[in-house]
C-alpha cells in the first residue's frame, strides 16, 4: 500500500491553493481511507524533498500544526491563514475543499 499511497497523498496535497489546508484525516478520506490518518502523517514525514510539496498547508484536524515544524505557521501566515487564540489555524475559514 505505501509508495502507491503516498503517491496519491503527493498527489492531493500539490493541489492544495495557497491560503487553504487540508488535515491528514480529510486526506485519508479523500482516498478512500479514512483510518488510515496517521499514514498521511507518515507519507509527509517521508516525502522527498525534490517534490517540493506544500506541506505546511497539512495541519490536524483540529487545526493544530505539526509538532516539530516550527516553520509551519510562518509559511501559512504569509500566505493569509488566521489562527485562533490557541494558536490553532481557523479550519473554518481555510479549510481546502477539493
Not at 32 to 50: K, T
Amino acid at each position: 500500500m505505501e509508495s502507491g499511497f503516498f503517491e496519491q497523498v503527493y498527489s492531493i496535497v500539490e493541489d492544495i491553493p495557497k491560503g487553504r489546508v487540508a488535515s491528514y484525516s480529510q486526506i485519508a478520506r479523500m482516498l478512500e481511507q479514512p483510518h488510515n490518518a496517521r499514514v498521511v502523517g507518515w507519507a509527509m514525514r517521508q516525502s522527498p524533498p525534490e517534490r517540493e510539496l506544500p506541506a505546511h498547508r497539512v495541519v490536524k484536524q483540529s487545526g493544530d500544526t505539526a509538532p516539530g515544524f516550527l516553520e509551519q505557521r510562518t509559511l501559512l501566515e504569509n500566505e493569509g491563514v488566521a489562527f485562533d487564540h490557541k494558536g490553532r489555524v481557523r479550519m473554518e475559514d481555510h479549510q481546502w475543499e477539493r
